[in-house]
């Protein structure tokens, strides 16, 4: 085969994007002949021109693992979410309750968060609170 064939052969796809002022973290799939691999990118923009600009991308053999990276480095709930993939909703929204109740997150914090990602993964998100004035997390699919 030739690199022509080989290329046209490759699908490239985001799967995951959330994003804050001046930045982003994404995973990128890639599948082709060989099978696919998942791309890690986080990005943040300097306005100071201190050189503190951020830009890393890692190569990894599944969704979990670069996602797993995210969630225990980030409070990514709280960032803006553009894209979650149909392929990975249902771990992302696993993930996304089980970190909230890990937290103990209050309504108030996660705020209009809450429905971009109701939205994305079409949940309806529930909290309350227990006894222990911590807040539990529980949701529903939507069924549209």
């Given at each position: 085969?030739?690199?022509n064939?080989?290329e046209?052969?490759i699908?490239i796809e985001?799967v995951?994007?959330?994003?804050?002022e001046?930045?982003g973290?994404?995973?990128t799939?890639r599948?082709?002949?060989?099978?696919?691999?998942?791309y890690?990118?986080?990005?943040?923009?300097d306005?100071?021109n201190?050189?503190?600009?951020v830009?890393i991308?890692r190569?990894?053999?599944s969704?979990?693992e670069?996602f797993?990276?995210?969630?225990?480095?980030y409070c990514?709930?709280?960032?803006?979410?553009?894209?979650?993939h149909?392929?990975?909703?249902?771990?992302?929204?696993?993930?996304?309750?089980?970190?909230?109740?890990?937290?103990?997150?209050?309504?108030?914090?996660?705020?209009?968060?809450?429905?971009?990602?109701?939205d994305?993964?079409?949940?309806k998100?529930?909290?309350?609170s227990?006894t222990?004035?911590k807040?539990?997390?529980?949701f529903e699919?939507?069924k549209?």
């Amino acid at each position: 085969m030739n690199s022509n064939n080989l290329e046209q052969s490759i699908k490239i796809e985001r799967v995951f994007l959330i994003g804050a002022e001046g930045g982003g973290i994404s995973i990128t799939r890639r599948i082709g002949e060989l099978g696919e691999k998942f791309y890690y990118k986080h990005s943040e923009f300097d306005p100071t021109n201190e050189g503190l600009d951020v830009y890393i991308e890692r190569e990894y053999d599944s969704f979990e693992e670069p996602f797993e990276l995210i969630n225990n480095k980030y409070c990514w709930y709280l960032l803006y979410v553009i894209t979650v993939h149909d392929d990975f909703k249902c771990f992302v929204r696993d993930k996304l309750v089980e970190r909230l109740n890990n937290d103990s997150v209050k309504p108030d914090r996660l705020g209009a968060r809450k429905y971009d990602w109701e939205d994305a993964l079409k949940i309806k998100l529930k909290c309350n609170s227990t006894t222990e004035n911590k807040s539990f997390w529980k949701f529903e699919v939507v069924k549209r």
